[in-house]
């Protein structure tokens, strides 16, 4: 059974950090291409962070030099290390793992977790 399962969501202060993991299960980790993406209220899911099975990661202009997202395919995680928060990061944050085939893809979800920037 896949399981995605994310944890270490809260409350903040504005130019805090935070850091969000996303414990996977029941599929071969390594192999996929990891996210978090995000969705405020009112607003669509958009993709926050991506690493590849190789390493390679890419960043939404706005998180960029801000948010880091990391890898341990020993341990099945996948981390977003959020540093200088802002009001606007405020939303529920969500795993994505999504593995491309020649005809289709693998694409598994968690259940989220909130984040909320706020004095």
């Known amino acids: 059974q896949v399981q995605l399962v994310e944890s270490g969501g809260g409350l903040v202060q504005p130019g805090g950090s935070l850091t969000l993991s996303c414990a996977a299960s029941?599929?071969?980790?390594?192999?996929?291409?990891m996210s978090w993406y995000r969705q405020a209220p009112g607003k669509q899911r958009e993709l926050v962070a991506r690493?590849?099975?190789?390493?390679?990661?890419m960043y939404a202009d706005f998180v960029k030099g801000r948010f880091t997202i990391s890898r341990d395919n020993a341990k099945n995680t996948v981390s977003l290390q959020m540093t200088s928060l802002k009001p606007d990061d405020t939303a529920d944050y969500y795993c994505?793992?999504?593995?491309?085939?020649?005809?289709?893809?693998?694409?598994?979800w968690g259940q989220g977790t909130q984040v909320t920037v706020s004095s």
């Open positions: 994505n793992a999504v593995l491309y085939y020649m005809i289709g893809s693998n694409d598994y």
């Open positions: 029941g599929f071969t980790f390594s192999s996929y291409a």
């Open positions: 690493i590849t099975s190789a390493g390679s990661t």
